[in-house]
């Protein structure tokens, strides 16, 4: 009975496997920071809004909003019926330079605040 030499197995498949893992790594990290651009364009739409609706100026609050926003954000607000509309917008990209063009998403945050009376 002759016995077959398993050395080196373990590494072959390793190294098999390792590209799928560090794929799986970076899509994850990405997907963690889709959420975390999201929240800050919520928060950044939010505060925004509240602002307008407390009655500070548009300019100013569109520049705290850009500054709270991730990236080039777009800021957007409308003034009706009483209600102060903003719409924070921008395009994440995926941190690695390859994979930027690959993993571009858009993202928006609206938020609704009622004017507040003098």
Request: glycine share 6%; proline share 4%.
């Amino acid at each position: 009975m002759t016995r077959r030499r398993d050395d080196g197995m373990v590494t072959a498949e390793l190294m098999t496997v390792a590209p799928f893992g560090v794929a799986l790594a970076f899509l994850l990290l990405w997907i963690v920071s889709l959420g975390l651009t999201q929240v800050r364009l919520s928060d950044a739409a939010r505060e925004s809004a509240r602002m307008v609706a407390r009655g500070e100026s548009t300019q100013a609050a569109t520049d705290m909003a850009r500054r709270h926003a991730p990236g080039r954000a777009s800021v957007e607000v409308t003034t009706a019926d009483g209600e102060v509309t903003v719409t924070v917008r921008t395009r994440s990209r995926m941190p690695l330079p390859f994979f930027s063009g690959i993993g571009s998403r858009s993202l928006e945050s609206t938020s609704v605040a009622a004017q507040e009376s003098p």
